[in-house]
């Protein structure tokens, strides 16, 4: 019973930051890639980064610089701390996880389960 929770979207003027949370249940974070995907209107959907079971991180260029993954085991909580958020990062942001079988993540969207996705708006 593999569970993922989205939070922490909302409207922010560029430049803003927000801190999104992917909560899990039913799985240990050691044992599943974890990623972090977005689509916009009109748009496929797309990998911003990525966290492999062994902690490892992967993001897309576009958000080298800008956006970081982190987990908390503690917590079972996958983060992904979103800086200078600029107008073209509005989308609808989900996690995703696939059972972890290589060391490393991949931003495709390959992965199992799927949350229900938040909305990241960033309007001035």
């Known amino acids: 019973q593999l569970q993922l929770v989205e939070s922490g979207g909302g409207l922010v003027q560029p430049g803003g930051s927000l801190r999104l949370s992917c909560a899990a249940s039913g799985f240990a974070l050691r044992d599943y890639d974890i990623g972090w995907f977005r689509q916009a209107p009109g748009k496929e959907r797309e990998g911003v980064s990525c966290?492999?079971?062994?902690?490892?991180?992967n993001s897309a260029d576009s958000v080298k610089g800008r956006f970081t993954i982190s987990r908390d085991s503690a917590k079972n909580t996958v983060y992904l701390q979103t800086n200078n958020l600029k107008p073209e990062d509005t989308a609808v942001y989900y996690c995703?996880?696939?059972?972890?079988?290589?060391?490393?993540?991949?931003?495709?969207?390959?992965?199992?389960?799927w949350g229900q996705g938040t909305q990241v708006t960033v309007s001035s």
């Open positions: 995703a996880a696939s059972r972890a079988l290589f060391g490393l993540c991949v931003l495709r969207g390959a992965y199992t389960y």
């Open positions: 966290i492999s079971g062994l902690g490892v991180t």
